[in-house]
């Protein structure tokens, strides 16, 4: 099992550190990172291994969200699943 | 790899577009709660749908939580209660407070079937149950009536019609303190789907299995910020295209939140109902989809061409994206629910003419429509009659769910709150039907071939 993490803000220094910080916490292995600059808007996807987490999803979600706020940057953690239902057949 | 444009679009259709699955219907048979016996009738259902849907709306919040998509509404769908009427006699009324019981028991916000199909004619237990309706909808928060009067087979139960209109008048007066909901949840039907997750008019077939879970998806928005992104002078093919395209992604997500719900359940997956389910949100507007292809107003010339190609696109894009399409599927135009309808009918560019051209194109029919209260019982029969004839002639479910403003006059306002929105008393035709309507009898089956 797979999520995405897409982090949305802002760039600053130690953003990728941060959130693969909080990644480890869970024990989530990161498989990949690509990040691009959207009109001055830092966007960052994650793909993270969530077979071994020691945390259930639904609580990394919302943990994830109220650390998004602290840093000031938008964290979504959602399912691989959903993104392969709606773009790719 | 997914590219961050494709993770970013399903970001912003939940987040900024409503995309949301409106509904995960459990469908319920009764069949085998049928017992001579009322009050048995009634404890056995009971014990059968609280068995099987306690953890309904559970596994419903955790997917939602755990996947990230709003899922708004978990409800119950069951056999029509006519036929249980039929067997166990009795007042229909135990039924409704039955299933008020256990829709409050296992948490969900309404539980549809208090039904009765007479396309043909009255059986036992169907004239009782009509007869109720008024009474079931006041006397219970949760319980939703649909009443299914014509087909394209059976033709047009005109007694049934002419019942159905006193019957929506008599729903109104009954709730006239609650802004006559009562109406609201009362749905006429002409060829109602056996497998409808959307209330009020959801009901569980006779042919149906024993139970399975229905999904209803939903996304005006995501459709209208697509058509909103495009360039303007694109052709009106090319809008299909994209809407084709945008119904696929919705569908699919869908799809995979049925499934999901039916593994978790242990109940087989039914169907994904295809529709376009407008909510009185900003941005949550079927209106607005089609003022986007080029309308000034939704009810301007043109209204009726663009909806039948939004309700066609959204049909081809999601057949695909399913492995079982059924219900509804199509665009809905519930006027109270719908912020873009609203404003038309407030300019006086909406009118329920219009609408009613609408239907014979898009999913469903005259839905959510208020009207004066001093509106006559004959009228609204007439309005019912209308409605079914262009749904039998035309092989499709219309609908008929209006709302007579009980001592309020057209321009006046009723707040129903929450999804069903706010309606504005639309003026009508108040020319008189009732000599047609008291003829009762049946308007025959139409012919299948010859068609021009």
Known sequence: ?89 | MFTTNEILETIKMIDEDCLDVRTITMGISLIDCMDENIDRSCEKIYRKITRLAKDLVKVGEAIEKEYGIPIINKRISVTPIAMLVGASGGDPLQYALTLDRCAKEVGVNFIGGYSALVQKGFSAGDEALIASIPKALAVTQRVCASVNIGSTKAGIHMDAVKKMGEIVLECARLSADDNCIGAAKLVVFCNAPEDNPFMAGAFHGVGEADCVINVGVSGPGVVRAALAKADPSLPMHELAEIIKKTAFKITRMGQMVGTLASERLGVPFGIVDLSLAPTPAIGDSVAHILEEMGLRHCGAYGTTACLAMLNDAVKKGGVMASSSVGGLSGAFIPVSEDAGMIDAVKAGHLCLEKLEAMTAVCSVGLDMIVVPGDTSATIISGIIADEAAIGMVNSKTTAVRIIPAIDRKAGEELEFGGLLGSGVIMEINQAECADMINRGGRIPAPLQSLKN
């Open chain 1, 1 to 89: 099992m797979r999520a995405v993490i897409s982090v949305i803000g802002k760039d600053m220094v130690g953003i990728l550190a941060k959130v693969s910080g909080e990644c480890e916490k869970a024990n989530m292995n990161v498989i990949e990172v690509s990040q691009t600059i959207l009109q001055d808007m830092f966007a960052m996807i994650m793909l993270v291994d969530i077979e071994n987490s020691n945390v259930p999803f639904a609580s990394f979600v919302e943990h994830m969200e109220r650390y998004g706020e602290q840093i000031q940057v938008k964290i979504h953690v959602m399912h691989e699943t959903i993104f392969q239902a709606m773009h790719r057949i």
